[in-house]
């Protein structure tokens, strides 16, 4: 029930934010949460949390120079899990934050 970048993945985040800001690309930013229930004051719902998730990334990557208007947060809940929810490590597989590149639509 956490919303908070873990250590280990600022590297990558360094990374990928480098590659982001040499392009043109728009960032989907897209929070995921397993599917065991949260109610917490903080995070009324997995909805909640995962929306949390995305936005911490999304600030991060504006802290390091990305544009906010290129950054898009989204939350899905426990919607499109990626493994199976029924083991510890398939419900750790689904908590997790996704970056979908993609080209900018064009401006009329």
């Not at 995305?54 to 950054?71: F, N, P, T």
């Amino acid at each position: 029930g956490v919303a908070d970048i873990s250590a280990q993945a600022i590297p990558m985040l360094k990374k990928v934010g480098d590659i982001i800001a040499r392009t043109g690309f728009e960032v989907r930013i897209e929070g995921h949460t397993d599917d065991l229930p949260i109610r917490t004051v903080h995070f009324p719902s997995n909805w909640e949390l995962s929306t949390a998730r995305a936005a911490v990334v999304a600030r991060h990557l504006v802290k390091r120079g990305i544009s906010a208007e290129r950054i898009r947060a989204i939350g899905y809940a426990d919607t499109r899990p990626r493994a199976d929810n029924l083991t510890p490590e398939g419900r750790s597989r689904n908590r997790r934050v996704s970056l979908v590149l993609q080209i900018p639509s064009a401006q009329n």
